[in-house]
């Protein structure tokens, strides 16, 4: 693997270190730095040229500088005559602005979309959008891979019984339906009415839960209020217990108090973004998606197919941190 190259930006070096830890490869160096105005400077220490090239980094917090990071590295890259510039954006910021909701809105996922394409970006590999279609806003070749197969691999080890798929609203229904097809149960929704961002009310719970151990899926958790109201709903409606899997720990504000004031028994995400440790809770449980990219990373590399990992609840082994 003489011609590919992975770097990490500033934002989740842990994460690239451990996926170059499946490549056997060591992680690029690269200088990531700050002028005194802020400004940042990038400038990468090996040999790129005629180069597979691979940028690990989330546009997580803080996201403008994130994005702006992660820019100025695809434009350094692209600047330096390599074969291919491969972004590697396990978590993708301004996901949830696809749509205009209202008048006077932007449509802040499309734009950078654009953004990535100008700055140089040949391909983008990303782990659960808020919405599919946002696939749709590039002009570059986009692997999207989804979680929830990691969590039904989660829950089939830990045998429970007496199961239902809890949709964290409407929109999530169709990737809960998979997912309580591959953990061979039933599903429910809740309903919920948002009337301002980052605030929903809990309105009602669609389908049987009383009895049942809830397994509320969702894409991420930001604030924590809707999906910790929906956890104490489901107990409120009979529930057994209640376990959260969401993709992205993005835990905003006080999202850990209210975590662990809330009803759910465990809470099950990935480490798409960075997670400090006052933020790893006692209930809070961490599964790794690195393999997964790494054998994404080999098989963009080989020229080889990507199809088969997109079954792959069979082929990666769960480990929590």
Known sequence: MSDIKVFSGSVHREFAEEICRHLKISLSEVILKKFHDSETYVKYLEKVRGEDVFIIQPTSRPVNESLMELLIMIDALKRSSVNRINIVVPYYGYARQDRRASAREPITAKLVANLLTAAGADRIVTVDLHSPQTVGFFDIDVDHFEAYPLFAEYFRK????????????????????????????????????????????????????????????????????????SADALMEKGAKEVYIAATHAVFSGDAVEKLEKCGAKEIIVTDTVPIPKEKRISKLKILSVAELMAQVIQRIHDHKSLGELFSWEEKVDVRHK
């Open 158 to 229: 830990k045998n429970l019984k007496d199961i239902v798929a809890v949709a964290s609203d409407s929109g999530f229904a169709k990737k809960t339906r998979k997912f309580a097809k591959l953990m061979e149960c039933p599903m429910a929704i809740i309903d919920k009415r948002r009337q301002v961002h980052n605030k929903a009310e809990i309105v009602n719970v669609i389908g049987e839960v009383k009895g049942k151990i809830c397994l509320l899926i969702d894409d991420m958790i930001d604030t924590g209020g809707t999906v910790s109201k």
